[in-house]
């Protein structure tokens, strides 16, 4: 396990290392964290471990029923890099409304990001609407699969919506979920 | 304001009384005296009366503005994958002209792969987008960078425009664009002053001068080419009076006309008068005020005209329908001219371009706005989601904008291949003509927005909106919610538990014995629950939810998003339930999301008639059921469209875009069903006949064939599916047992963690049972740390 936490922060180191020589050059969107929200593909092995080999016989089932997805490496589009930046800055302004309707924008562009609905959460939940903030965590952290940053963030914010909500149990649950992605 | 026009009024009087009083005394002088001050009286206090019909109506709202309903705008970005067809197709639906000089906003010319657009400003909730004259370039997959032709900068995102989709207009559906003086061009005042009414500065109300030369050049012109009302009187006559003709109402208009002019400036009469003027008509919508006018006629903003558009309008005034340049262009040519020839009589266009101006053919757009009906469905939907925070009244006079989630593109996509697919299936099943009837909803995979709805087989007729009110009984679309509420129980059953597939008999309620069969009369026996899922079994399925309680299936139901009453009868299990396409539409919708309900909105966002943000709608969700169980639940309803009930959909689609989705359909196939979601839409269909007769269509011959046309069409992605993190695949075989992937026939399904079968499958050799407990021991070693 050890091993395969080593080669996944080598992937991870690389990849982000990569990212910063991406074609484009854009601003890095202060939203979202930089290199740590690149997703690799390669952190996928650690969920599922197997202990022989399975490349060297031919597939008896060709078909692809129920077969797991292979996860599609998603870079953020820059429309959506360009409507959280916009979203941010209506943010800092404390044009909270406007922030949404921008990430809802860009929900429409990139619709399974988990970085968008976890600024809607933060903007939730900075309003006061903790049951919605609640929920737009989850989904975040459902959409985030291999990113652990992101979920580490969506637990620490699930944590104090709970927290808002009187549910203490449930939100050092969920503190214990954030430590554990540390 | 009121007061000392009274007084004045009665200053003018009195002394006359008092003179008439000293000279004589006789009874009928007194008699006439008192009937003077009658008189007077009664008219003091009817023009007072008058006094406050002006100033109020004036002072108020003064016209009831209809709300406007725009679809979704199109965000262009680098990356987007529309074809260059597509582009124009969309710049044909936002009405945008070519045009190689872009002279106006709202214009494009092409080059090569390059367009080069002047696009529109406009007001959205969130802020404005300003025009700006952008190159868009196009490569074999799409956009591939936008730039901004005055800085050469590259555009991350550049929204456009948005598409009216139609109205809600007052009673006496009068359209008009409020427009203010000063974006008014001065030609349009300048030739409206010198044809209508050439002392309008000058006067009070009424001219007698006018209205003698009008009678003096309409005699010696031997037409009539001269109103002899001023402006201001034919402002009253509009904004306050009927269009009775009589003396009683000329002598009203005149001093009502008097009236507005001692309250207001030239200027403010001006305004009103510009935006009031009736200018067309287009089926059942009067056109008026120029504003509007403009666009109706030019597709421009009135500031953007030129001489001969503003001459034809004005040209206009005098009769809308018999110089209607769009079915007597000559007419309204020749009109335009006298009004240009009039103009630099006056001196206020030099004859220069006057002569230009008549160079000009009609010059009409061949663009007409949106029809209010349009997209009746849709109207109707919107309608009844703002109704809920706005006052009938508002909604027709305030003049809203209301910002739908409606994608023209795939609202018009839909209809399209809906109408189409309709009548070729009437056809082919032999039913009666013109009978087979249906409805659509489509919606945002993740966000519920509903992007497209049709509501009869002809979309575009308005009347019964079969996708909110046609509330047929589901049939087997209701499986999933079963199906659903055993893998929520995964200490209980996976997708590999067996399920008997054999005769039930059950007492109804009425003490009827209920005995359900299978919809090819044959008992399957023990069957895999994913497996009576894609088949579509009854008897699994009713055994299997008499086994859940039907009262949890119900329960269900309702977090998936039910709101309707649900009898928790066994027949419930079969789809007894009876719910319209958009109710289906939400319960799909929190499968589609992944175990995260999202009310369907129809409605973003809603401005004033300033633009100010009034309200918005936003995306909301709410975790009601295991995101796991759904996982679960979602992969066996991919299966259903693999090898299922749902499998000829992938004549359609490529089989990469792994679609998840269930056919219904209801007792001597009276309702054809069909709901599921690719990447990106969601969409279900039903079709039956309204008299509620058998169709002959089965969910898969019927509904299916629609979905996947439609589908096929508008989907650009296939479903991806997240993986919770306590759902692991394994192998098992077909009657449940774990097996690995040397078995034949052994196939690797998601289980929760820890519900995966342990019993191995006979398959299974020495060999690998060994390595098996060798690695589970390795596996339980290493999660032990």
Known sequence: MKIQLIA????????????????????????RGSADDTRYPSSQSSTAAKTYPMEEHPSVNEDTRFKPAETIENTQNPAVVALLDSA??????????????????????????????????????????????????????????????????????????????????????????????? | MVKPKKSAKSRKTSPRKK????????????????????????????????????????????????????ANPVELYQGLAMNTQQFESLLTDLSYQHSRQLTTTGSYYRSGGVYTVKTRPFNFWDGSEVSKTIKVKFNQHGIRAITDKATGKELALLRLDPVKVGSFYPSHKEDRLLVKLEDVPKTLIDGLIAIEDRDFYQHVGVSAKSILRAFWINV????????????????????????????????????????????????????????????????????????????????????????HHVALLVGLVKGPSYYDPRRSPARAVERRNLVLDEMTRLGVLPERQASIAKGFGVDISPFKQVRSSRFPALLDLVKRQISLDYQEEDIRTEGLNIFSTLDYTIQTTAERLFKKQLESLNKRYGIEKGKLQGAMVITRRESGEIVAIIGDRNPQYSGFNRALDAIRPIGSLVKPAVYLTA???????????????????????????????????????????HLALAQSYNLATVRLGMQLKVANVKRTLEKLGVRREIKPYPSLLLGSLALSPFE????????????????????????????????????????????????????????????????????????????????????????????????????????????NKPSKLTGATGALNVWSTVMAAVSKQG????????????WADPSGYRANEFCTNAVQYPFIRGSAPTELSPCVSEVSRTLERASRWFDGLLNGR
């Not at chain 2, 005995?515 to 895999?528: A, F, L, M, R």
């Not at chain 2, 689609?653 to 792994?658: I, M, S, V």
């Not at chain 2, 479903?719 to 394994?730: A, G, I, K, M, S």
């Open chain 1, 88 to 182: 941010y800055q209506q943010r800092e302004q404390g044009q909270l409304d406007i922030a949404i309707s921008k990430l809802e924008r860009a929900v429409r562009i990139s619709p399974r990001d988990a970085s968008i609905w976890h600024q809607m959460a933060q903007i939730r939940h900075q309003q006061g609407l903790y049951e919605t903030s609640l929920s737009l965590a989850k989904k975040s952290n459902l959409l985030a699969e291999s990113n652990k940053a992101l979920q580490q963030q969506n637990w620490s914010l699930m944590a104090k919506n709970y927290q808002k909500l009187g549910q203490s149990k449930a939100a050092q649950q969920a503190q214990l979920n954030a430590a554990r992605l540390y």
């Open chain 2, 19 to 70: 003179t008439s009083k000293q000279k004589k005394t006789g009874l009928w002088t007194r008699f006439f005296i008192k009937l003077s001050i009658l008189f007077i009286v009664i008219s003091a206090i009817y023009i007072v009366y008058l006094d406050r019909i002006v100033v109020n109506q004036f002072e108020g709202k003064r016209w009831a503005l209809p709300a406007h309903v725009y």
């Open chain 1, 8 to 31: 996944i922060v080598v992937v991870g180191i690389t990849l982000s290392a990569c990212a910063d020589l991406s074609m484009y050059n854009q601003t890095p969107a202060p939203v």
């Open chain 2, 220 to 307: 010696k012109a031997g037409q009539v080419v001269q109103g002899g009302s001023t402006l201001t009187q034919q402002l009253v006559k509009n904004f306050y009076l009927t269009s009775e003709r009589s003396l009683w109402r000329k002598i009203k208009e005149a001093l009502m006309a008097l009236l507005l002019e001692s309250h207001y400036e030239k200027n403010e009469i001006l305004e009103a008068y510009l935006n009031e003027v009736f200018l067309g008509q287009d089926g059942d919508r009067s056109i008026n005020g120029f504003g509007m006018a403009s666009l109706f006629y030019f597709n421009k903003p009135l500031i953007e005209l030129k001489p």
């Open chain 2, 584 to 691: 289906v539409a939400q319960i799909y919708q929190t499968l589609a999301g992944e175990g995260f309900y999202s009310q369907l909105r129809s409605i973003q966002s809603v401005t004033s008639s300033e633009h100010a943000a009034l309200q918005r709608y936003p995306l909301s969700v709410q975790a009601v059921v295991n995101p796991s169980a759904v996982y679960l639940l979602n992969t066996a309803l991919q299966n259903v469209m693999y090898e299922g009930t749902g499998r000829s959909a992938y004549q359609y689609l490529p089989r990469e875009y792994k679609l998840a989705g269930k056919t219904g359909t209801t007792d001597d196939l009276r309702d054809s069903w069909f709901a599921g979601f690719s990447g990106d839409y969601l969409a279900v269909v039903w079709l039956g006949l309204d008299d």
């Open chain 2, 719 to 730: 479903v991806q599916l997240t993986q919770p993190e306590d759902v692991e695949y394994n």
């Open chain 2, 487 to 529: 893998l929520s129980q995964p200490s209980l059953y996976n997708l590999t538990s067996t399920i008997d597939d054999s005769a039930i008999n059950l007492k109804q309620q009425s003490g009827e014995l209920w005995s359900p069969q299978n919809y090819d009369k044959v008992e399957h026996g023990q069957v895999p629950l």
